[in-house]
């Protein structure tokens, strides 16, 4: 049997989890994803419409199909976790099921279980405030959106996962050096996400037999890294520091990632993969 997987955070064609979508599919992968309740009417329309087509194409020449698009919020957990003004939001009103809980229940009703689960999202309301500005409210929204979110969505997805899947996430080297304009507590948040990696490891290995990885991922043009407002600084700066001096693809990233989730890396787990065309290696650039 082909393995299923869950990727979460793919809401367009130019963000990490599109591409990583892309490579497990054409590992033979069955592909579910989840996306944002406000970004999914776009997502599906521009699906429907052959607006990613292109963008579909895999190296076959066969197009990505996704199997099932589940709207998803991972910063609530159950129903009761979901305040008044959201029920209300006419965005959230028009779907239904989207908290951890109840996507994952609902893949367990339409699919019995799955093999590897993705988390590419995040989330920081203030990333463009430096640390020493950042609200408490700001600096734990990006923690609730950007790593407790994999906890939760690992807490409900690992009963339905099979022994041997493995799971996921993307990181950013703002969790270990200091990287000016990452802030709102994204940096903070990535630290986190990395040290949850190893702990969840350790639990998710002894408990299921799945394996935690995290991906540290060079910068992209995507359109939460076009948000945080400096993304086109950063990929020149990795162009002309970095080992490589070549353009980061999101396949490149997406490749690890179908790696990571295959049987080739069984004895990977608890590890944070550097693909970043090795700039995280370098003190000085000449
Ligand atoms: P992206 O915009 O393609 O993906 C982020 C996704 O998160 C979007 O689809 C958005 O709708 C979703 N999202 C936000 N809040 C959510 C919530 N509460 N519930 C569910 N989904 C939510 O951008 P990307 O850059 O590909 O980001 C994917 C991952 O890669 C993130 O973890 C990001 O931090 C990480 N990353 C990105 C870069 C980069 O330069 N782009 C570098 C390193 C790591």
């Known amino acids: 049997r082909g393995k299923r997987a ?3 955070g793919v809401a367009d064609d130019n963000g990490y989890g599109w591409a990583i979508a892309k490579a497990l599919a054409a590992a033979g992968a069955e592909i579910l994803v989840g996306t944002w309740v ?19 194409k895999l190296p076959d020449g066969s197009l990505m199909e996704i199997t099932k698009v589940y709207p998803l919020d ?20 028009g779907s239904s099921n989207w908290t951890v809980k109840e996507v994952a229940e609902t893949v367990k009703n339409d699919f019995g279980t799955i093999d590897i689960f993705v988390h590419s999202l995040a989330n920081g309301p203030e990333v463009k405030n430096s640390l020493l500005e950042t ?12 790593s407790y979110s994999f906890i939760s969505l690992l807490q ?20 270990e050096r200091t990287i000016p304009g990452y802030g709102g507590g994204m940096s903070s948040a990535k630290a986190a996400l990395e040290s949850d990696t190893r702990v969840l490891a350790y639990e998710a290995g002894r408990k299921g037999k ?7 991922a060079g910068p992209l043009g995507s359109r939460a890294a076009k948000a945080i407002g400096f993304i086109e600084k950063m990929i020149e700066y990795s162009y002309v520091n970095a080992p490589l001096q070549k353009e980061l693809l999101a396949d490149e990233v997406g490749n690890t990632a179908a790696f990571l989730a295959s049987p080739l890396a069984s004895a990977i787990t608890g590890s944070t993969i550097y693909v970043d065309n090795g700039l995280n290696t370098m003190g000085l650039a000449l």
């Open 210 to 216: 799945i394996r935690v990885n995290t991906i540290s």
């Open 135 to 146: 609200s408490r409210k700001g600096y734990l929204a990006a923690v609730s959106a950007s």
């Open 74 to 93: 991972a910063v609530f957990d159950s129903p009761e976790d979901v305040p008044d003004d959201v029920k209300a939001n006419k965005r959230y009103a």
């Open 38 to 56: 406000p970004a999914l009417n776009i997502f599906e329309t521009s699906l429907r419409r052959g607006k990613f087509d292109e963008s579909r």
């Open 6 to 8: 869950f990727i979460a």
């Open 156 to 175: 409900h997805f690992l009963p339905i996962m099979n022994p041997g899947g493995a799971t996921i996430s993307l990181t950013y080297i703002a969790s």
